[in-house]
């Protein structure tokens, strides 16, 4: 895959920081150029129309009332066209990023780290990336069913407390990663309760969930494919009536092809969800995501992506290595984008987090130090930050 980490005409993104909040200033040049043509997928506005008054005719002194009566029409079409205005400029301004603060939680593997045992340079680099805001990942091993909506809802209240939007990661499917670095996941029926619980935890605030990464195009190498994608599916369902906007797992640019991707995407009920996640854990280029995610998109009729940022700053190894893989660098912090199909890009995978054990790391998930000073490195040599 191409490999461009220097992208010199990205757009500079204002942030401002207050206590546990990363706040969002979108410019208007904040466009990202994917190269697509997918139409945006609030479509066009549907213009209001006030049904037509009766055609009988009536005399005398109804005429007043009559007049009364019309006049009473245009001020309720009026209202009416207003509202639909204000509907279709939602519509047309859904973003969920848009504007918003990111939480960046207190108490992040990061976070942890940075006042922690280690070197003076492994615990800046840990304090470094715990300023950014970045998932916070929910599995069984770490939130255990049971307790999973306790802990959700303290994670949402401390958000809401810091006028932040949170950020979440669904990660514990039936046969999770397929026997991989990150196996493990619930059997069915009890990831499904683990599922509920979560979302009672969310309840009906804003947040954002990334549901299951990987799950999708990574059925065909499980045992089977179409269990899979349905178990996605209703855990999806789960999600009904709270307030998540979530994102099913759409793979990356390197992976499957973009008609294969938004088939399983179609199956797993992504019509009934925000969109699709591209690049998790992965590092491909944001440009070469973004053009993915215009395909997918535009192959399912519209719809709308995040993608992760978090390792991709140097973009992929050219010898396609994915578990922790050397030289990589920090990518762009989170910003929301004005454009008809990627909401925003963001540190979907926590950053100096392990993805197994693989080229020296710890078990997945574990905090590694040593590449946590790397990204920060490199991400620094690349722009020219110190």
Same mark, same amino acid.
């Given at each position: 895959? @191409? ?37 945006? %997928?609030?479509? %066009? ?22 007049? !009364? ?9 009026? *209202? ?23 939480? $960046? ?12 045992? =280690? ?5 800046? +680099? ?9 998932? !916070?990942?929910?599995? @069984? ?22 006028? *932040? ?30 599922? #509920?619980? !979560? ?37 999806? #369902? ?29 199956? +797993?009920? $992504?019509?009934? *969800? ?56 920090? =990518? ?8 008809? $199909?990627?909401? +925003? ?24 130090? #040593? ?16």
């Amino acid at each position: 895959m @191409p490999n461009d980490p220097a992208r010199g005409d990205e757009p500079v993104v204002r942030h401002e920081r207050d206590d546990a909040r990363y706040v969002i200033r979108d410019p208007d040049s904040a466009s990202l150029d994917a190269g697509s043509t997918a139409a945006s %997928p609030a479509g %066009p506005a549907v213009a209001w129309a006030a049904p037509a008054p009766s055609a009988r005719r009536r005399s005398g002194r109804a005429l007043p009332i009559a007049l !009364i009566a019309v006049a009473a029409l245009l001020l309720l079409a009026l *209202a009416a066209f207003a509202t639909t205005l204000v509907i279709v400029s939602q519509q047309a301004s859904g973003n969920p990023f848009r504007d918003r603060a990111l939480f $960046v939680d207190p108490d992040s593997s990061a976070a942890r780290a940075a006042t922690g045992s =280690g070197t003076e340079e492994q615990q800046a +680099a840990a304090a470094r990336i715990a300023e950014s805001p970045a998932a !916070i990942w929910l599995t @069984p091993e770490r939130v255990r069913p049971g307790n999973a909506s306790d802990v959700v809802a303290d994670a949402v209240a401390q958000a809401k407390r810091a006028g *932040a939007l949170p950020v979440f990661v669904v990660y514990g499917i039936t046969d999770r990663d397929c026997g991989g670095f990150s196996s493990g996941g619930l059997p069915s029926d009890d990831y499904l309760d683990w599922v #509920e619980e !979560i979302a009672a935890g969310l309840g009906e605030r804003t947040s954002i969930v990334v549901l299951e990464p990987d799950s999708l195009a990574l059925a065909s190498e499980c045992p089977d494919p179409d269990a899979r994608t349905a178990l996605v599916r209703s855990a999806l #369902e789960r999600f009904t009536g709270t307030g998540a906007e979530v994102y099913l797992d759409g793979g990356h640019s390197a992976w499957l092809p973009a008609a294969d991707m938004a088939e399983l995407l179609r199956a +797993a009920g $992504v019509d009934e *969800a925000r969109g699709f996640a591209t690049n998790v854990s992965n590092t491909q280029a944001t440009d070469d995501e973004a053009a993915y995610a215009a395909e997918v998109s535009d192959a399912l009729g519209g719809t709308h992506a995040i993608i992760d940022t978090s390792r991709n700053g140097a973009g992929p190894p050219a010898d396609g290595q994915w578990c922790n893989a050397p030289d990589l660098a920090l =990518g762009d912090e989170a910003h929301a984008l004005e454009d008809p $199909v990627v909401d +925003a890009v963001l540190w979907v995978k926590p950053p100096g987090e392990s993805d197994g054990t693989c080229n020296g790391g710890p078990a997945a998930g574990i905090w590694w130090p #040593e590449q946590a000073v790397e990204l920060v490195a490199n991400a620094d040599r690349l722009t020219g930050g110190s």
